[in-house]
């Protein structure tokens, strides 16, 4: 898989970040969600699949790519 970075709202160039991938899917890196509430809300988690926690306004990277 390649990724193409798209942009983060962060100004010291860590998380949330988003990516492009040129499988037609998106990677976001962002803080791992943990709180057991928001975890046990989830719907058919797969093995291997996890969850990162992204603010909202990361997503206009994403926008007409």
Do not use: H
């Not at 709202?9 to 991938?21: A, H, I, M, R």
């Amino acid at each position: 898989m390649k990724l193409r970075f798209l942009g983060s709202t962060s100004d010291d160039g860590q998380c949330p970040t988003l990516y492009e991938t040129d499988r037609g899917t998106y990677v976001v890196q962002g803080d791992t969600v943990t709180d057991p509430e928001a975890l046990a809300e989830l719907r058919n988690v797969l093995p291997g699949e996890s969850f990162v926690e992204i603010p909202k306004e990361l997503l206009r990277f994403a926008e007409g790519s």
